[in-house]
């Protein structure tokens, strides 16, 4: 059995340097003899840094290097020589790393950008030399401080990938096929369930240049949060997507009642996800007329966008496009439909000069303002309001 190159979760041990220690030296030369201290100090232990890096798409090169140690800070010198900082280990990792303690399970950090870097561990700091505790009543110190402690910590990986759109289906509802249609990728493409065993990007483009990804999965069944099939380990990938394509082959019994399966898992897993904008593709519509397609428009969910699709024809696809960008960029469209003059909170003389205008136009009808109030009243209440200062707004019970 050849093994999976798509490494999604591992465990590490950390361990940041420790500090050098302060030196006690003290001076003595022929020309000094009473040269007093002069011992420097300590240098800084190395950190442990996490650095995004999206050259990197798993974290396969973290699997046999599971220990990733800072180096030591050297200890300080005679002739107020400060001790060398310890180098820091940087921990190459994917953008949408998660990072968890792996004995008490609390979140650390997110590492979400490329170059984005989180000290994961710090070096501990230097000591002072005897130096630093040279006084008037206390002109030989014979003491210095020790370098602080490393810090140790074993921490989880846990890749989670970055997408707009996240493919969930049942195996073989044809993920891979719309995957590879629609972008480079190359996924394997096989007429059996589970051909897709590890998740995989591609990058689709659409008009004017833009472009967005899209995130295939491996395929769930009805029980995988009972761990049936593959389970739901793969599920952590689409939990940072904008919108959730859910994909029902046209030729399954019950498209609904599939779809509800599918949104059932995704609840089980995470009802965060339910939150998610979501478009359900009916695929293989080349096995369908248009007839059949017709029929089956009324019996499919209402609450979400419906698009017919063939991966292998190409019908549909672009619609299918539109669809998905609308989506994505809904949340402003939502946000410009719902503020209109009824929902912005005017002063009252902008109000008054809304309604004139929409009056003299003769699109009042439906404005939402008294019908009985008449045109000359409006301009001279306009009029009256001259000072934002003196208007005070009553509170509504």
């Not at 029902?248 to 939150?275: M, Q």
Request: hydrophobic share 35%; glycine share 10%.
């Amino acid at each position: 059995m050849v093994e999976s190159n798509f490494i999604d979760y591992v465990k590490i041990y950390c361990r940041s340097g420790k500090g050098g220690r302060g030196s006690t030296h003290l001076h003595r030369a022929k020309y000094a003899p009473k040269g007093g201290p002069d011992g420097g100090n300590g240098g800084r232990g190395g950190h442990v840094i996490l650095r995004g890096n999206r050259n990197f798409w798993t974290l396969l090169h973290l699997r046999y290097d599971r220990h990733i140690h800072a180096e030591h800070g050297e200890n300080g010198g005679k002739n107020k020589s400060t001790g060398r900082q310890g180098a820091d280990a940087y921990v190459e990792v994917p953008c949408g790393t998660v990072v968890y303690n792996a004995e008490t399970g609390a979140y650390i950090c997110d590492v979400t950008e490329h170059g984005q870097e989180v000290i994961l561990l710090r070096g501990g700091r230097g000591g002072l030399g005897n130096f630093n505790f040279c006084t008037p009543t206390n002109r030989t110190p014979r003491y210095a401080q020790p370098g602080e402690p490393m810090q140790e910590l074993s921490v989880v990986l846990e890749l989670k990938l970055l997408a707009d759109v996240g493919l969930v289906g049942f195996p073989n509802a044809g993920k891979s096929t719309l995957v590879s249609a629609l972008s480079s990728a190359k996924p394997k493409i096989a007429n059996y369930p589970f051909t897709t065993l590890e998740p995989s990007l591609g990058i689709v483009a659409y008009r004017d240049h833009q472009s967005f990804v899209m995130a295939d999965i491996p395929g769930i069944i009805e029980g995988a949060s009972q761990g049936k099939g593959l389970g739901l380990r793969f599920l952590r990938h689409i939990e940072r997507n904008t919108l959730l394509l859910f994909m029902v082959p046209g030729d399954s019994d019950d498209i609904k009642r599939e779809y509800e399966i599918l949104l059932n898992e995704l609840t089980t897993y995470n009802p965060e996800l339910l939150d998610k904008g979501r478009v359900l593709a009916v695929t293989k519509c080349d096995l369908l007329d248009d007839e059949l397609i017709e029929m089956l428009k009324e019996t499919l969910p209402t609450e979400l966008p419906v698009v017919f699709i063939s991966s292998v024809t190409g019908f549909g696809l672009s619609e299918l496009k539109d669809v998905l960008w609308r989506e994505m960029n809904s949340e402003s469209n939502k946000i410009a439909a719902l503020t209109t003059h009824e929902t912005i909170v005017h002063h009252p003389k902008d109000t008054l000069r809304l309604r004139a205008e929409l009056m003299e136009t003769g699109d009042d009808e439906d404005d939402g303002f008294d019908d009985d109030i008449e045109e000359e009243d409006i301009f001279d209440d306009i009029e009256d309001i001259e000072d934002l200062d003196d208007f005070e707004y009553e509170d509504e019970e």
